[in-house]
């Protein structure tokens, strides 16, 4: 059995949410008919021609890529230009097109966390964590022969989830009292006489997002004609997602040996990797950013660490942090070390965390024996082809 393009996307959605990604990002299906059948699926860092003839040749009907084909706003997908004739191709061909980028960064099991599991860091946490989803807790004061009736609706509504349990409420019991006026319609006491009731009080967690649906279940199942409760915002505490990771590695060794421990991890490429400071420096807590990290050297000063992975590493940042780390170590070791891959070789050790990820969700959701195929691209599709080696007596003069 297989599922449907639309089947798919949410699935995919799920894991890399939309809403997570970048305000600039443009991520999710780019091209594809929702209601045809998904059986094989190609995963690569970037949708360029070389993916799609593999992708044809396959037979694939999706194809899942980390870089967005359409970044900035097009106003045609004429097949005169290379985009608008990739994509025609992807069309008649009957194969879709979606892609998580900025989204799939910062998700638990994304580029960030496949490329510090790729160099085997331990006790990884976000370099820069994202905020945790906006919380509610809602505190309702009920007869205590109805609380569980109360708690069964809140979690209906969505309340009381706490990770990988549901129904998660706190009760404890007290005594509320209250005088109906003339014109209630108490379901427990008269008019005009005061009442003295043992009560429930309930607390339950829930989203923010969630806040009027719960409010509403609340009421629905509350016995009384004004039930008695609070909504209480709680405070925002960093997250478990978000850009970059820091980890440490299960033994200290030199940078040197840390570098070539990062090229045997990641693709080979034109580039290579390179690497800054002191090559017999030790190396043990390292941060990773999958793609371009520059912008991200303040985070990676905070966090302290003795190294940082990432790619695209431009002359002057690079060389401004470096100088920093050397003034302020004062002739001590200068920390944070860079070691710097091509873009293409971060962050492709995702592909295939994701392909895993997609056959379990698929397995999970459908009927049994529903599944997909998935296959990750071993092209390489870093733009750089080669390098030229520098002749060993250069011109005169130069270094």
Not at 60 to 72: E, K, S
Not at 136 to 159: I, M, N, R, S, T
Not at 234 to 255: C, D, M, N
Request: glycine letters at 8%; proline letters at 8%.
């Amino acid at each position: 059995m297989s599922l449907t393009l639309a089947d798919v996307v949410r699935l995919l959605d799920r894991r890399y949410p939309p809403a997570t990604a970048q305000s600039w990002d443009a991520v999710g299906l780019v091209a594809g008919d929702p209601d045809q059948p998904v059986r094989r699926v190609l995963l690569a860092v970037d949708p360029v021609a070389d993916v799609v003839d593999e992708a044809v040749a396959w037979g694939a009907d999706l194809v899942v890529t980390h870089h967005p084909l359409l970044l900035r706003p097009v106003h045609s997908v004429a097949a005169t230009t290379f985009k608008g004739a990739l994509l025609h191709r992807l069309v008649r061909a009957g194969i879709g097109l979606y892609t998580a980028h900025t989204n799939a960064d910062a998700a638990a099991g994304g580029v960030a966390d496949a490329l510090a599991e790729a160099i085997g860091l331990v006790d990884t946490r976000p370099l820069e964590p994202a905020p945790s989803e906006p919380l509610d807790k809602h505190v309702v004061f009920v007869p205590v022969e109805a609380a569980g009736a109360l708690v069964d609706a809140l979690a209906a509504a969505g309340a009381g989830a706490l990770g990988e349990y549901s129904r998660c409420a706190w009760t404890t019991t007290g005594e509320g009292t209250f005088t109906p006026s003339e014109h209630a319609s108490p379901a427990v006491g008269r008019a005009g006489m005061a009442e003295t009731v043992v009560e429930a009080r309930v607390e339950m967690v829930a989203p923010r997002a969630r806040r009027a649906a719960v409010v509403t279940a609340m009421r629905a199942a509350h016995p009384y004609e004004e039930p008695a409760f609070d909504v209480l915002e709680l405070a925002a505490w960093p997250g478990s997602t978000g850009i970059g990771r820091v980890g440490r590695l299960p033994e200290p060794q030199t940078l040197r040996a840390f570098a070539q421990r990062v090229a045997a991890a990641t693709p080979p490429t034109a580039q290579g990797v390179r690497f800054a400071g002191d090559p017999e420096g030790i190396v043990e807590t390292v941060a990773v950013v999958g793609g371009s990290g520059d912008s991200l050297f303040d985070e990676v000063r905070r966090a302290g660490v003795d190294a940082y992975v990432t790619a695209d590493l431009r002359h002057h940042p690079a060389s401004e942090l470096r100088e920093r780390a050397a003034f302020e170590s004062r002739g001590a070791a200068a920390r944070p070390y860079l070691v710097d891959l091509a873009h293409f070789a971060s962050e492709w050790p995702w592909l295939a965390h994701a392909a895993r990820a997609l056959e379990a969700d698929v397995a999970a959701s459908g009927a049994p024996g529903t599944t997909v195929e998935t296959r990750v691209s071993t092209l390489t599709t870093d733009p750089w082809a080669g390098r030229a080696a520098a002749p060993t007596d250069g011109p005169e003069g130069h270094p």
